[in-house]
Every structure is written in structure tokens, then in C-alpha cells.
């Protein structure tokens, strides 16, 4: 895709007329990963921008809509692949600008999505539901189906992030329903369901829950998405945990925890180990959840988890019914992250169990 885009970028310079003067350097997001190539990447990036920028001024409006689609591909290199997130905004925000200058109604509407949801990531979320929401009321003005189907499961996930459950169970129904009906790719039917179906288990609605996402994971298994069979995944075995089918929730986790390894994704290796830990405890398997408590909290600091994460593995670690080995070092961490909790209840649990220890342990 991101070759591709160069080959946008071709074709909208020559189309451009002065902008086709000068040769195109090839954009900084397709250069190789390594130390010495990342070294000049910004002074790169801001050349680039620079010479792109001096060639659109007075341009026509297929040139401004090719420059917008090229912005929008780079800007899902750096999202999906280079995970800077910062500079993905940027080339999302330029893609909107060429698209409102070219007055394309509909490609605004996926821009503002994308937007959106490029400030969702940096934790902007009144920023991101106005943009979200923007990119809805114009789809649905328009009659955009997939366009509806992508907006409702932006917003979707937003309202579930600031706890606004029934508005969130809302705009994922909507978002299925206008994918259904657009006749959209089963993938993107699957990211809202399994969206609804998080919803459902925050209100521990667990058998619908449980449904939706073996629905989803039958789904990703069938057409080979192996990014979603790891979250998916995940969120199965969690539901089966919570209706009590151990077997098949250690199953998932164990499946979750493979893929994320392969794919480098420590924070889910963490959050997989942690819930195989679960299990164990629920088996009255206590020394091997203790062993799994260890290897999330390894991971959770590789990291840079915030302290009460981190702490919480603490205090699950000690109160573990077998844990002995290491307990002064697991009660000195546990202490030196008592000043950085906030009030409430990991607080409370925190201080009490480091003043239930014998004086001198720690």
C-alpha cells in the first residue's frame, strides 16, 4: 500500500503541472526501519512536506483529491506500521484540508473519520467525538453507508472508553447495521460486533457477549486475520471465564498469547499472562498462577505500564496462597508505588496488605 502511494504521489505531480518540475523524493515512511535510516527521517519528513506542500497552491480539484488520498495512505503507513501516531494526525488533517478544497463531500466524511480516530490514540477524546461525530451526521446526510458503519464504530468505542455504555451499545448496533446493509467485507461487520460484544461484557451480559465474539472468531479464522484471532481471541477466552468454561477460556488465552509474541505486542502478552493466571487461581493451580502473575509484571514494566497496573500485580502476587520466593523484593516495589497511587480502592488494598506483613519483611 505504502508503494502504492508513491505512485499516487507520481501521478498527482504530473498532473500538477509545476509541481512535476522538481523530481519526488521518495516519502520518509517508506524508507528502511533501521537506527542509521531513522536518524534523518523528521529533516526528511518536514523536506518532503515542504516540496508537496509548493505544488498545490491554485491546483485543480482531481490533483487536490489525488494529494488528499496520498495523504491519507501515508498517513496509514505511520499508523498501522510505524505506530507514530503524531505524524499519521498530520497527514490526516492534510488529506481533509485537499479534501475540502476540492469541495468531495463524501471523501471529507472518511477524513473526518480518520481523524478522529488519530485523536482518540493521543487521548484528545472531545477533539475525536466532534470529529467522529461530524463524519456520522455527513454520512448519514448522504446516505454513505460504509461510511455510517465506520463512524458508528468509532464512536462506538469512544463512548465505551468514557463509560457511556448505552450510547456505545447505540452507535456499534448502528454501525453493524449500516455495514450489513451496505454488503461491507465480513471484517469490518466483525470489529463492530466484537465492539458491541465488549460493551455486553462490561454490563456482564456474558452469554450474548460470548456469542458475538465466536461469531467474530470463526469469522477471522476463516478468512486468516491473524490480528484479529489475537484480540479476539483474547476477549473470548475472557468471556469464557466469566460463564465459567475453563477449558476453553485457558484455550483462547494460550492462542492469544502465541500470536502476540509473534506479532511483538508485549502490553496483550502481558494482559493474556494475567488472565491464564485467573484460571490457575480458580484450578487451585496457586504455583503456576503465581508464575504467570511474575511474567505479566515483567512484561507490564518492560512496557512503561502505569504504576497502579503494575501495583495491582503486586498485590495479586502477594496475596497468592503460595507465594513465598522473593516476597521482601515484591513488598519494596509495592511500597515504593504507594506514593504514586491515586485514592481508592488499590490503595486501600495496597496498605493493607503491606501492614499485614511481619515487621521487618520489607
Known amino acids: 500500500a505504502a508503494l502504492r502511494a508513491a505512485g499516487h504521489l507520481t501521478a498527482a505531480a504530473d498532473l500538477g503541472g509545476a509541481a512535476a518540475e522538481a523530481p519526488w523524493p521518495p516519502h520518509p515512511a517508506l524508507a528502511p ?122 464512536l462506538g468505542n469512544l463512548y465505551r472508553e468514557i463509560g457511556d455504555l448505552a450510547k456505545a451499545e447505540q452507535y456499534f448496533v448502528a454501525s453493524i447495521a449500516a455495514y450489513e446493509q451496505a454488503k461491507a467485507r465480513q471484517n469490518f461487520i466483525a470489529k463492530s460486533k466484537s465492539g458491541l460484544a465488549m460493551v455486553y461484557a462490561d454490563l456482564s451480559r456474558w452469554q450474548e457477549a460470548t456469542e458475538l465474539q465466536a461469531w467474530c472468531m470463526d469469522l477471522v479464522e476463516r478468512i486468516g486475520i491473524i490480528s484479529g484471532q489475537m484480540t479476539i481471541g483474547f476477549h473470548l477466552g475472557n468471556c469464557y471465564l466469566n460463564t465459567g468454561d475453563l477449558t476453553k477460556a485457558e484455550t483462547y488465552f494460550n492462542r492469544s498469547l502465541a500470536l502476540s509474541r509473534d506479532k511483538g505486542d508485549v502490553r496483550r502478552q502481558g494482559k493474556c499472562w494475567e488472565s491464564l493466571a485467573k484460571v490457575a487461581q480458580i484450578q487451585g493451580r496457586h504455583e503456576s498462577a503465581v508464575s504467570a502473575l511474575q511474567h505479566a509484571l515483567v512484561l507490564a514494566r518492560d512496557a512503561g505500564a502505569p504504576v497502579p497496573e503494575q501495583a495491582k500485580l503486586l498485590c495479586d502476587i502477594l496475596e497468592s496462597p503460595s507465594h513465598n520466593d522473593g516476597r521482601s523484593d515484591i513488598l519494596d516495589r509495592l511500597a515504593q508505588s504507594v506514593s504514586d497511587l491515586p485514592p481508592g480502592p488499590l490503595l486501600v488494598r495496597a496498605q493493607a496488605l503491606m501492614a499485614a506483613q511481619p515487621a521487618g519483611s520489607h
Open 33 to 154: 526501519r533501521g537506527d542509521a535510516a531513522r536518524q534523518n527521517r523528521a529533516d526528511d519528513e518536514r523536506a518532503w512536506q515542504t516540496q508537496a506542500e509548493s505544488g498545490f497552491t491554485g491546483l485543480a480539484p482531481q490533483v487536490r483529491i489525488k494529494c488528499g488520498k496520498l495523504h491519507a495512505k501515508i498517513g496509514k503507513t505511520y499508523f498501522f506500521f510505524q505506530n507514530a501516531m503524531s505524524v499519521a494526525l498530520e497527514h490526516f488533517v492534510a488529506a481533509r484540508e485537499h479534501f475540502a478544497a476540492a469541495g468531495d463531500t463524501s471523501l471529507l466524511v472518511g477524513s473526518d473519520s480518520q481523524v478522529g480516530w488519530a485523536l482518540r490514540t493521543q487521548g484528545k477524546r472531545d477533539e475525536a467525538l466532534a470529529y467522529c461525530h461530524k463524519a456520522m451526521d455527513a454520512a448519514e446526510a448522504q446516505g454513505l453507508l460504509p461510511e455510517v458503519g465506520e463512524a458508528g464504530h468509532n
